[in-house]
């Protein structure tokens, strides 16, 4: 019976602790609470600057300024305010904790923020006669079809095979086709292209192509 006592008593100091805790909290909530109101203005020229944003920071939420730069908002002791707008540098205050009444009217000064942009050239029309040399003059890039085209130019092709070396299959394909022949020929002698009519008619091909000019270099 007295261990029951004793529990109750217990249950009943830990709900009364609990519940001034709470209203201490509340109470202090409430007197945190603060109304921030002010109006932002140029510092250069004391401009209201309307639609400038007022933003609680880590809190979610803000508000922005009418056309005459004022604005209101609930904030609590403690919170940071960012101020900002477009062509302007950002300005961060602190809500005092010491503060004493509920209210805290500030006139903040936005400074303008400077943004250099890449300097434009401008020129006269030009008359028709300087138009029509540039047009003419003008370097057109190659698109895809002329470059294909290009590619598939016999005097290119020719070019580039006599100019650039043979890849590895080439150079093996090569030394087997001259040992295939090494052994087909085994013991007699190989056949005198000089007397075979495809490779004069090869040579006068060559000929003609002008395969055997001397490059410049």
Known sequence: MKYKLHKFLLIIITFLFFISKVNAQQQ????????LYGVI?????LRAIG??????????????TNNDGVFSIAVLKGDKITFSCVGFKDKIIEIPHSLKESQYSVIQLMINDTAYLPATIIR???????FERDFVNTSIPDDAYEIARQNTD???RRILINSLP???REAVNY???QQANKYYYTGQLPPMNILNPMAWA?????WKRGDFKRKKN
């Open 51 to 64: 639609g400038a944003s007022v933003i609680v920071m880590d809190k979610g939420r803000g508000t922005i």
């Open 154 to 156: 016999e005097a290119k």
């Open 175 to 177: 030394q087997l086709r």
């Open 124 to 130: 006269s029309k030009p008359s028709r006669e300087q």
């Open 41 to 45: 203005m140029t510092a250069d020229s």
């Open 28 to 35: 202090y909530h409430k007197d945190s609470v603060v109304q």
């Open 166 to 168: 043979p890849d590895g």
């Open 202 to 206: 090869e040579f006068i091909k060559s």
